[in-house]
């Protein structure tokens, strides 16, 4: 039984952690993505154009584009391997909807930052995934038409698109997921104070149950010497 508690608390405090983790990776991308914005220009050929000179000509360019796309990419890889060890630990049940919910849903926005950034970079794979995936959409009955339109600014992919793609990936998805990354890792350092808590409570239950079935036996072996 003990070994089991501990088990379970080794892996909540597991969770705890990945979520500084998580909250770290989430400001480093932001901060390097403001970074890339100084110099990152959201038009058809000179997108290709911005982001090569700032992999060449600026200083520690490349450094912080390399930043910028790996730390996305963790925190989507943390922010999965953080919800298994919720799951193994336990922490399903309604006290830990806050954590659930914030990190099901900074999941989806590390996703969707992923898939606006595909086509940033102006390159023929993005250009060509960016066309099937917007042809799936558009295959979505009654909204797909008027999603795809969104997307693209009524046309085909064109500078209209790379605007409304970084203008999704850079103001609204971005300050999505800093929002999303601070309510998780406030949800699960709450959880995680009423879990020390309720341990301590549980340890302090157990030496009192302890000494008082002490105390009965020593008060029955009495008994039994006071009846000889």
Known sequence: MISGVNRDYGLRRSTTIVAMSIVS???????????????????????????????????????????HHYAGNFTIVLGLVQMVLMFLSRQSCLSWTVSW???????????????TAMVLGWTQDGFWRLSVELGIIESIPVVGSTLRELLTGGGGINTD??????????????VGAVALSAVHLWGALRQDREEKQSLRDRRKAKVESELDRIVRDLDRMEETIDRR
């Open 161 to 174: 698109t790379l605007q409304r793609m970084y203008a999704l990936h850079s103001y609204v998805l971005s």
């Open 25 to 67: 990776l989430v400001f480093l991308s932001a901060i390097s993505g403001v970074l890339l914005a100084f110099y990152y220009q959201p038009a058809a050929g000179e997108a290709y154009r911005s982001i090569s000179r700032i992999a060449t000509d600026v200083n520690f360019g490349s450094i912080v584009y390399g930043v």
């Open 101 to 115: 919910t914030s990190g099901i849903l900074l999941i989806l926005a590390g996703i969707a930052l992923a898939w």
